[in-house]
């Protein structure tokens, strides 16, 4: 038997139409269009694929987009004063800083990510709304968790009740994901490179979440027969094949649903943005 295939496609094309609806409500309504700021810094050729994704889908769904591209030599003070500046500007209601950041200014990442407006803040990632989703009062989600929701809601997959599994413990994957499950009433385990007996594990998983960021790791014999399995990872295994953090080939042989890599979830961060952005305008306009 053969997994369903859940393409990130078709889930990510209703929620960027929701989006657009709501965009287009509040424009009429409050005469605001709605406005997202990027700002890359450096050269890492994925993230220039991201934001150029990120700038297509704020063009098709009437959202201001402005990308600000800094240069590899951006010191912190310099990337902290853009910061002001966009957090000061009314037309701009989101900002993302696309991760990573350059070496020389990596170690300074929390410190910069926390200078952003917790209202403009569409990547979820301030300390005030990471607080806000563990205490059950939700305001900006991180984008790749919140869109893997969404799309198993959109699915008609239930998450109650269930045994979720997920391997991988980051900031913008894996403990997001532990609340936003927990929230759903689901029973969260979260494992990681120090966990034991791990297939033992994740073979107990009714819903197995890989984000650990490790070519196809997770196997056949590692999934639990009708389990429903989220790939977040994306790896770069050749230079023109990506693969996710699961074995897509033998784990659709034994799934009930899959998410494939490319074309899964990926899709559903951009549009999730899209989504994140209309809260804050709406957080900022008070509608
Ligand atoms: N790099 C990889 N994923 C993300 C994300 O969700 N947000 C930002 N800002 N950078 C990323």
């Given at each position: 038997?053969?997994?369903?295939?859940?393409?990130?496609?078709?889930?990510?094309?209703?929620?960027?139409?929701?989006?657009?609806?709501?965009?287009?409500?509040?424009?009429?309504?409050?005469?605001?269009?709605?406005?997202?700021?990027?700002?890359?810094?450096?050269?890492?050729?994925?993230?220039?694929?991201?934001?150029?994704?990120?700038?297509?889908?704020?063009?098709?769904?009437?959202?201001?987009?402005?990308?600000?591209?800094?240069?590899?030599?951006?010191?912190?003070?310099?990337?902290?004063?853009?910061?002001?500046?966009?957090?000061?500007?009314?037309?701009?209601?989101?900002?993302?800083?696309?991760?990573?950041?350059?070496?020389?200014?990596?170690?300074?990442?929390?410190?910069?990510?926390?200078?952003?407006?917790?209202?403009?803040?569409?990547?979820?990632?301030?300390?005030?709304?990471?607080?806000?989703?563990?205490?059950?009062?939700?305001?900006?989600?991180?984008?790749?968790?919140?869109?893997?929701?969404?799309?198993?809601?959109?699915?008609?997959?239930?998450?109650?009740?269930?045994?979720?599994?997920?391997?991988?413990?980051?900031?913008i994957v894996g403990k997001p994901?532990?609340?936003?499950?927990?929230?759903?009433?689901?029973?969260?385990?979260?494992?990681?490179?120090?966990?034991?007996?791990?297939?033992?594990?994740?073979?107990?998983?009714?819903?197995?979440?890989a984000a650990m960021g490790k070519?196809?790791?997770?196997?056949?014999?590692?999934?639990?027969?009708?389990?429903?399995?989220?790939?977040?990872?994306?790896?770069?295994?050749?230079?023109?094949?990506?693969?996710?953090?699961?074995?897509?080939?033998?784990?659709?042989?034994?799934?009930?649903?899959?998410?494939?890599?490319?074309?899964?979830?990926?899709?559903?961060?951009?549009?999730?943005?899209?989504?994140?952005?209309?809260?804050?305008?709406?957080?900022?306009?008070?509608?």
């Amino acid at each position: 038997m053969s997994a369903k295939i859940l393409y990130g496609k078709e889930f990510a094309a209703q929620i960027k139409e929701s989006a657009r609806i709501e965009i287009e409500k509040i424009k009429n309504k409050f005469n605001v269009t709605p406005g997202l700021a990027v700002i890359i810094v450096g050269e890492n050729p994925a993230s220039q694929v991201y934001v150029r994704n990120k700038h297509k889908s704020c063009e098709e769904l009437g959202i201001k987009s402005v990308v600000v591209e800094m240069p590899e030599s951006t010191t912190k003070k310099e990337l902290l004063a853009k910061i002001d500046e966009l957090n000061a500007d009314k037309t701009i209601h989101g900002i993302l800083v696309q991760l990573p950041l350059p070496n020389a200014i990596k170690s300074y990442s929390d410190e910069i990510l926390n200078r952003i407006d917790p209202m403009k803040d569409v990547d979820g990632f301030h300390p005030m709304n990471v607080g806000k989703l563990v205490t059950g009062t939700p305001a900006l989600v991180p984008c790749t968790p919140a869109g893997c929701i969404e799309m198993l809601d959109l699915a008609g997959i239930p998450i109650d009740g269930k045994h979720a599994v997920i391997i991988g413990r980051s900031n913008i994957v894996g403990k997001p994901m532990l609340h936003l499950l927990m929230a759903r009433h689901a029973t969260v385990t979260v494992c990681h490179s120090h966990t034991k007996h791990l297939a033992e594990i994740t073979r107990e998983a009714d819903i197995l979440v890989a984000a650990m960021g490790k070519p196809q790791f997770v196997k056949a014999d590692m999934i639990k027969p009708g389990a429903v399995v989220i790939d977040v990872g994306i790896n770069r295994i050749e230079p023109k094949k990506l693969v996710g953090d699961v074995d897509f080939e033998a784990a659709v042989e034994v799934a009930s649903a899959i998410t494939p890599v490319p074309g899964g979830v990926g899709l559903l961060t951009v549009a999730m943005l899209m989504k994140n952005v209309v809260t804050a305008v709406k957080l900022q306009i008070g509608a």
